[in-house]
C-alpha cells in the first residue's frame, strides 16, 4: 500500500505535469484589513488591486524564495474597531507573518497595540498620519510621505499662487488633525492666516453651515479633508451654497473612484500627489506597473494603484531578504536592513531610528476629461 507521502509526491508531479511549471506548496500568508465597503471603499479597492498586480507578478514567476504569497483581505467598512478585531483574526487564527495596507489613520492606532502584543510588522499602512513616523514604531514600516508634508505643500501652492482666503476644514478624528498641523505649517510659512477653520462628524457629516460660511466669506480656496464620500457632499453642498472656491484635497482621495463620486464637480479638484505621475513613463515604478497592468487587461494604473504597488515591491523584498524560513521578527530585521532600496526610480530606507519610507509629494489637478493632472 502507497504511504500517503508517495500519495502526495505522485500528486505533486501529476500537478507539475498538467501545469507544466513547479508547483508551489508553501504559502506565506499576509493579512489586510481595510474598508472594502463604506466610504473608502473605491480607494481601497484601486490600492489593493496594485498591490496585487505586484504580488500575482511575483507568484507567477516562481514567488519569495520558492513561496507563495498569499494575501487575506478583510472588509471593516472603514470602522477603528471592526479593524482591530480583524487584525486580531488574521494574527491568531490566519498566522499572518505581517499585517499589510490597512487603510485610515484611526484604524491603525485601533490596531497598534495587536502589532506589540503579538511582534508582527504592519507594512505600508495606507495613511501618511505622522503619529506612525514619530515616535519611530518598532512593527510599523511606512511607504507613502506623510499628511503633513502632503498638506503643507498645498498650502504653500495657494498662497504662490495668490490665493490668500483659504478655509480650513477636515474631519474631526486624528487624520483630520493631523492634516491640520501640516496646513497650519504652510500657513506659517506662507504669513498667512485661515480664513476659517471648521471640523465635521466622521460618521454624520453635515456640510450646511460650513458650506453657507464658505459663501459668506467669499472664501477663495477650501482646503477639504476627509474620505472621498465626505469631500465629494462637501463640494456639491459648498457649490449648491454658490461658492466657488478651489476645492482642495489630500492624497487619500487620490483615486479614481473619487473622481467618480465628485461627478461634475470633480473638473478642477486640486488633489496632492504621494508618486509620480502615473502617466509618465519616463518613471521606473510607473513604466513597471504600467507594463503589468496591460499585460492583465487593465487599461490604466491610477495613483491610488501605485502606492498598493510601492507597498508591495516592499513588503516583497523584506520576504526575500528574511530567507526560505521567514518568521515575524526576521521579516522586521530583513526591513531595517534597507539601505537605499530602489523601488522604481524612487529610494527608500529603513533603520531602527526611522521607519518613514518615502517624502515624495507633489499636487495634482483633475481635468475636464476626468484625469489627474500634473
Request: charged fraction near 20%.
Amino acid at each position: 500500500m502507497a504511504t500517503l507521502a508517495s500519495k502526495f509526491r505522485a500528486l505533486a508531479l501529476g500537478l507539475i505535469a498538467l501545469s507544466g511549471t513547479p508547483a508551489l506548496w508553501a504559502q506565506i500568508v499576509v493579512g489586510q484589513t481595510s474598508g472594502f465597503t463604506g466610504p473608502v471603499a473605491s480607494g481601497v479597492k484601486e490600492n489593493t488591486d496594485g498591490a496585487k498586480l505586484y504580488i500575482d507578478h511575483v507568484n507567477a514567476v516562481g514567488g519569495v524564495n520558492g513561496q507563495r504569497i498569499e494575501l487575506v483581505s478583510l472588509d471593516d467598512k472603514f470602522d477603528p474597531k471592526l479593524a482591530a478585531a480583524n487584525a486580531r483574526t488574521l494574527i491568531t487564527e490566519r498566522n499572518v507573518i505581517a499585517l499589510f495596507l490597512n487603510r485610515g489613520t484611526p484604524h491603525t492606532e485601533a490596531i497598534k497595540p495587536l502589532l506589540d502584543e503579538f511582534k508582527v510588522p504592519l507594512v505600508a499602512p495606507s495613511t501618511g498620519a505622522m503619529i506612525l513616523h514619530k515616535p519611530v514604531h518598532p512593527w510599523i514600516f511606512n511607504v507613502r510621505a506623510t499628511y503633513q508634508r502632503e498638506a503643507e505643500k498645498a498650502v504653500n501652492h495657494l498662497a504662490t499662487i495668490g490665493l490668500a482666503r483659504i478655509a480650513l476644514v477636515h474631519v474631526d478624528d486624528s487624520f483630520g488633525a493631523d492634516c491640520a498641523i501640516g496646513a497650519q505649517k504652510g500657513f506659517e510659512r506662507a504669513s498667512i492666516k485661515p480664513l476659517f477653520i471648521e471640523k465635521f462628524d466622521r460618521v454624520k457629516p453635515d456640510f450646511k453651515d460650513i458650506a453657507q460660511k464658505a459663501a459668506k466669506t467669499d472664501a477663495q480656496a477650501v482646503f477639504l479633508i476627509g474620505s472621498a464620500g465626505a469631500v465629494a457632499d462637501g463640494t456639491k453642498a459648498i457649490r449648491g451654497a454658490g461658492s466657488r472656491a478651489q476645492i482642495v484635497t489630500v492624497s487619500n482621495n487620490a483615486s479614481g473612484g473619487f473622481i467618480k463620486q465628485m461627478g461634475e464637480y470633480a473638473r478642477g479638484t486640486i488633489v496632492t500627489q504621494i508618486f509620480p505621475y502615473e502617466r509618465s513613463l519616463s518613471a521606473p515604478i510607473v513604466k513597471e506597473a504600467s507594463d503589468l497592468a496591460k499585460a492583465q487587461g487593465i487599461p490604466e494604473v491610477t495613483p491610488a494603484m501605485l502606492e498598493g504597488y510601492a507597498g508591495a515591491k516592499v513588503l516583497v523584498e523584506g520576504l526575500r531578504r528574511a530567507g526560505p524560513n521567514p518568521t515575524r521578527a526576521r521579516l522586521q530585521q530583513a526591513l531595517e536592513s534597507f539601505r537605499k532600496l530602489d523601488i522604481g526610480g524612487l529610494e527608500l530606507t529603513y533603520g531602527p531610528a526611522d521607519h518613514s519610507g518615502l517624502d515624495y509629494a507633489d499636487l495634482s489637478i483633475i481635468g475636464p476629461d476626468g484625469k489627474f493632472r500634473r
